[in-house]
């Protein structure tokens, strides 16, 4: 299974076949039907690894620090894994992993005083918010505020004529002199998502 994840990292999903995993094990192809059926299978199981890397939220901690922890371990295994953003809700065979950190989750905005339905809206905010960021930062072109500030200045800043795109000058001017840091943007969005969801706890 490490090797399978090490080249869907690579390669993506795309890149991933039963033939190029068993070339990649030194193994015959057909060896490996005697794991898994096919590759949906084979999915299956990368997805429930990508699920038991992500942390449980943890008991005894409020709500929002509970969530905002497993949704920022959830964030930093998808940038590792950025294959398996599209496959995490797709999987009709869940495994045990994947399983637990649903049971984890829930029993945490239950006990918070979520209704069962609350919790659910709750569960897909939190999720759709977590993948797309994981989606966008993705793809791109800057990871640090350093990069952000060299990418904005050497080839952002040079397609924007002041008089035609004052706005977007404006922005990228002022924060690259804010030393704005892009890193920062999830927990911004993050607090945002938790501070909306507080007022609907004890909601029927």
């Not at 795309?14 to 192809?29: I, K, P, T, V, W």
């Not at 809700?89 to 609350?118: I, N």
């Not at 000058?169 to 030393?179: D, K, P, T, W």
Request: net charge negative; glycine share 6%.
């Amino acid at each position: 299974m490490t090797e399978a994840i090490r080249l869907a990292d690579r390669e993506g999903v795309e890149g991933l076949s039963m033939r190029r995993l068993a070339d990649a094990l030194g193994a015959g192809a057909m060896s490996l039907y005697h794991y898994v059926a096919n590759k949906e299978q084979l999915l299956d199981a990368m997805i429930d690894v990508v699920f038991a890397e992500i942390e449980l939220p943890p008991e005894g901690a409020d709500w929002q620090s509970a969530m905002r922890q497993r949704s920022e371990s959830a964030r930093q295994v998808l940038a590792r894994h950025p294959w398996a953003v599209g496959l995490m809700e797709s999987r009709t065979t869940p495994g045990l992993a994947h399983l637990r950190h649903r049971e984890a989750v829930t029993s945490c905005l239950r006990r918070a005083g979520f209704s069962v339905v609350m919790a659910t809206h709750a569960n897909w905010l939190l999720d759709v918010y977590v993948y797309g960021f994981a989606l966008q930062a993705a793809s791109l072109p800057f990871d640090t505020a350093d990069e952000f500030s060299g990418i904005t200045e050497d080839v952002f800043l040079p397609q924007l004529p002041d008089d035609e795109f004052p706005y977007l000058n404006e922005s990228a001017a002022g924060l690259v002199a804010a030393g704005y840091d892009p890193t920062e943007e999830f927990m911004f969005g993050l607090d945002l998502v938790l501070a909306a969801l507080e007022p609907l706890r004890t909601s029927a």
